[in-house]
């Protein structure tokens, strides 16, 4: 009699057609000793869904699009739920996608609107672009014999133009300084790589310093050559730089932290109300396990960079210099629709080895959920220790009995605070008109032959101090509106300046030679350092 019942419910399932409720039906079906009322139950819900969608279609007064309403209505139906379960329409799955796998197919180009004309910023090395000759600097004029110049550009429409399968082409005509006309280029879209390590260098003569941005399919063995090369350099010690990292796939995290832990040392737990608990631990077989180590973490860490920093301070592993983490520890499983859309649907709190789940607070509803980082600033968090609000409630112990707290992401055991002295409203214009991006690309695009011979950032720089930089940024911002105030800082004048020489070497090197300058002067490695030494 069960199985008839269970060839009943398949039937029945085919029927509706609903793939969310078959989803969770299947699912349901799959576990053992699950009573035959639960798949009724869940049935009984699909066919209610069935029915309203058949009705609306048919009976409805008037013509509707069901499928757009579907589009509109499952959004709101997973807000209800908590802040990170969500729906993605299939462009926005397949770009998140794309993102964690490491690669997509494209042309190889990184580009900016400015000025309502494409501007091809930088060239994959050995992508299909630098193959027929593209260069920094071209203006995309056209593609595939449509204009793509004027009001109206979104970065949006020329992804979609300029992405696409592996293996077709698509043809843009740009201009180029020095041409007189248009040059065409027919490019055969290939697979380009989108790197997780943004950084690798050594900091000091025994520090090594590696910077990763997120967690996707390919960071584990792009952290580990880093790691290889550091050590053929001379690497003693280590910092791990999550800053803006959002996270990823739990299993990368799991996986690259576990280089640093020694043998059973918990990693990480996760347990939902129908998510049985799991736990990872240490294999023992990490590289890097006695390492002295530092992760550097800021309000935008979230997620797997939560979890990477939570193993190493619970473990006692590691030291954590910054500012408090964002506070996600949710875990999402994706579901994918038959038409590329996707739900990222939270299964599981995670819980840091001490038994923290760091997950802030969402009972006031997604809005203000998402206005917690601008509170924090308000109240003054990012200046100063003291104005951290943490939920002290439950006190939770380190591996080496230190007290840590949960309910609101991970406190660093260093607080290093924004720093606020060079701000000035002169400062704050020209960055808030943006025209310091403006200026430098500016600046680059009319130099680029004479910059090349630059090759590094110290004859870069030279040549920016001999060339009055700053001066004729000052004039550019005086010439839309910005006057230059007398009573401007030193030191505000002196952080524009290096803003503006960042941005410069962000457009005419490499992302490696932009991270090393900044860091140069940023407080939060000198305090990672410092904990080191």
């Given at each position: 009699?069960?199985?008839?019942?269970?060839?009943?419910?398949?039937?029945?399932?085919?029927?509706?057609?609903?793939?969310?409720?078959?989803?969770?039906?299947?699912?349901?079906?799959?576990?053992?000793?699950?009573?035959?009322?639960?798949?009724?139950?869940?049935?009984?819900?699909?066919?209610?869904?069935?029915?309203?969608?058949?009705?609306?279609?048919?009976?409805?007064?008037?013509?509707?699009?069901?499928?757009?309403?579907?589009?509109?209505?499952?959004?709101?139906?997973?807000?209800?739920?908590?802040?990170?379960?969500?729906?993605?329409?299939?462009?926005?799955?397949?770009?998140?996608?794309?993102?964690?796998?490491?690669?997509?197919?494209?042309?190889?180009?990184?580009?900016?609107?400015?000025?309502?004309?494409?501007?091809?910023?930088?060239?994959?090395?050995?992508?299909?672009?630098?193959?027929?000759?593209?260069?920094?600097?071209?203006?995309?004029?056209?593609?595939?014999?449509?204009?793509?110049?004027?009001?109206?550009?979104?970065?949006?429409?020329?992804?979609?133009?300029?992405?696409?399968?592996?293996?077709?082409?698509?043809?843009?005509?740009?201009?180029?300084?020095?041409?007189?006309?248009?040059?065409?280029?027919?490019?055969?879209?290939?697979?380009?790589?989108?790197?997780?390590?943004?950084?690798?260098?050594?900091?000091?003569?025994?520090?090594?310093?590696?910077?990763?941005?997120?967690?996707?399919?390919?960071?584990?063995?792009?952290?580990?050559?880093?790691?290889?090369?550091?050590?053929?350099?001379?690497?003693?010690?280590?910092?791990?730089?999550?800053?803006?990292?959002?996270?990823?796939?739990?299993?990368?995290a799991i996986q690259m932290v576990n280089e640093f832990l020694p043998k059973n040392d918990m990693i990480v737990y996760t347990e939902g109300a129908n998510s049985?608990?799991?736990?990872?631990?240490?294999?023992?077989?990490?590289?890097?396990?006695?390492?002295?180590?530092?992760?550097?973490?800021?309000?935008?860490?979230?997620?797997?960079?939560e979890i990477f920093a939570g193993a190493v301070q619970d473990n006692d592993r590691g030291t954590i210099v910054g500012r408090r983490s964002y506070g996600k520890?949710?875990?999402?499983?994706?579901?994918?629709?038959?038409?590329?859309?996707?739900?990222?649907?939270?299964?599981?709190?995670?819980?840091?080895?001490?038994?923290?789940?760091?997950?802030?607070?969402?009972?006031?509803?997604?809005?203000?959920?998402?206005?917690?980082?601008?509170?924090?600033?308000?109240?003054?968090?990012?200046?100063?220790?003291?104005?951290?609000?943490?939920?002290?409630?439950?006190?939770?112990?380190?591996?080496?009995?230190?007290?840590?707290?949960?309910?609101?992401?991970?406190?660093?055991?260093?607080?290093?605070?924004?720093?606020?002295?060079?701000?000035?409203?002169?400062?704050?214009?020209?960055?808030?008109?943006?025209?310091?991006?403006?200026?430098?690309?500016?600046?680059?695009?009319?130099?680029?032959?004479?910059?090349?011979?630059?090759?590094?950032?110290?004859?870069?720089?030279?040549?920016?101090?001999?060339?009055?930089?700053?001066?004729?940024?000052?004039?550019?911002?005086?010439?839309?509106?910005?006057?230059?105030?007398?009573?401007?800082?030193?030191?505000?004048?002196?952080?524009?300046?290096?803003?503006?020489?960042?941005?410069?070497?962000?457009?005419?090197?490499?992302?490696?030679?932009?991270?090393?300058?900044?860091?140069?002067?940023?407080?939060?490695?000198?305090?990672?350092?410092?904990?080191?030494?």
């Amino acid at each position: 009699m069960k199985r008839l019942y269970r060839i009943l419910l398949y039937i029945l399932l085919l029927l509706c057609g609903f793939f969310a409720g078959g989803y969770v039906v299947l699912k349901m079906w799959q576990r053992e000793n699950v009573k035959i009322e639960n798949f009724i139950r869940v049935s009984n819900r699909t066919n209610k869904v069935s029915t309203l969608v058949t009705a609306m279609e048919n009976k409805y007064v008037e013509k509707i699009d069901v499928d757009s309403l579907i589009e509109e209505v499952l959004p709101v139906i997973l807000e209800k739920l908590d802040p990170h379960s969500a729906y993605y329409p299939a462009e926005e799955a397949q770009e998140s996608n794309d993102e964690l796998h490491g690669s997509f197919s494209g042309i190889g180009i990184q580009f900016s609107v400015q000025d309502d004309t494409i501007r091809v910023n930088s060239v994959v090395r050995g992508g299909p672009s630098e193959k027929v000759g593209v260069l920094a600097g071209d203006k995309i004029i056209l593609i595939d014999d449509s204009l793509y110049a004027g009001q109206g550009i979104s970065s949006n429409d020329v992804v979609k133009n300029l992405k696409g399968p592996e293996g077709t082409e698509v043809t843009i005509s740009v201009m180029r300084s020095g041409e007189p006309e248009l040059i065409d280029f027919t490019i055969e879209r290939g697979p380009i790589p989108l790197k997780s390590v943004d950084a690798s260098y050594m900091i000091t003569q025994e520090i090594g310093y590696i910077l990763i941005n997120k967690f996707g399919e390919t960071t584990y063995s792009e952290m580990m050559n880093c790691l290889a090369n550091l050590q053929n350099a001379g690497m003693k010690k280590l910092i791990v730089d999550l800053r803006g990292n959002t996270g990823g796939y739990l299993g990368t995290a799991i996986q690259m932290v576990n280089e640093f832990l020694p043998k059973n040392d918990m990693i990480v737990y996760t347990e939902g109300a129908n998510s049985r608990y799991a736990e990872q631990r240490a294999n023992g077989h990490g590289r890097y396990q006695t390492i002295p180590l530092v992760v550097m973490i800021d309000e935008s860490s979230a997620s797997a960079s939560e979890i990477f920093a939570g193993a190493v301070q619970d473990n006692d592993r590691g030291t954590i210099v910054g500012r408090r983490s964002y506070g996600k520890g949710l875990v999402q499983e994706p579901i994918d629709f038959s038409d590329g859309s996707s739900i990222r649907l939270t299964i599981a709190r995670y819980y840091t080895p001490s038994g923290r789940c760091i997950q802030k607070p969402y009972d006031e509803g997604s809005e203000e959920y998402a206005k917690d980082l601008f509170k924090r600033y308000e109240h003054g968090e990012f200046f100063s220790a003291d104005s951290v609000k943490l939920d002290q409630t439950e006190v939770f112990k380190t591996k080496n009995g230190r007290t840590v707290y949960g309910g609101g992401g991970i406190m660093p055991d260093h607080f290093v605070p924004q720093d606020t002295i060079a701000y000035s409203e002169y400062y704050a214009s020209i960055v808030r008109k943006s025209i310091v991006n403006k200026f430098s690309f500016r600046y680059v695009d009319s130099r680029r032959s004479d910059l090349k011979q630059y090759n590094t950032t110290e004859k870069l720089i030279s040549y920016l101090n001999r060339d009055n930089v700053l001066s004729q940024l000052q004039q550019s911002a005086a010439a839309e509106g910005v006057k230059r105030d007398a009573s401007a800082t030193s030191e505000a004048i002196a952080q524009l300046k290096r803003v503006l020489y960042a941005t410069i070497i962000y457009d005419a090197m490499e992302m490696e030679d932009y991270i090393r300058y900044v860091n140069e002067d940023d407080s939060t490695i000198k305090k990672a350092i410092e904990v080191l030494q």
